[in-house]
């Protein structure tokens, strides 16, 4: 099952997102199932849109 990517609302802090990051995929040599590539994609966007909204917050 593909997880469904977040919703409007609170942003997680980048800093959380990439821990998640760090733990699904921990060495790049290890490959990730399409499950938790489609977990790694929405991960990643989700960790970008944390990092703009904590830059826009520190403006």
């Given at each position: 099952?593909?997880?469904?990517?977040?919703?409007?609302?609170?942003v997680r802090p980048a800093e959380v997102v990439n821990?998640?990051?760090?733990?699904?995929?921990?060495h790049p040599a290890v490959r990730l199932s399409s499950?938790?590539?489609?977990?790694?994609?929405?991960?990643?966007?989700?960790?970008?849109?944390?990092?703009?909204?904590?830059?826009?917050?520190?403006?």
């Amino acid at each position: 099952m593909i997880p469904t990517p977040p919703g409007p609302g609170p942003v997680r802090p980048a800093e959380v997102v990439n821990r998640e990051i760090r733990e699904l995929w921990p060495h790049p040599a290890v490959r990730l199932s399409s499950e938790q590539r489609a977990r790694y994609e929405l991960l990643v966007v989700e960790w970008a849109a944390a990092t703009r909204s904590e830059v826009v917050k520190a403006a």
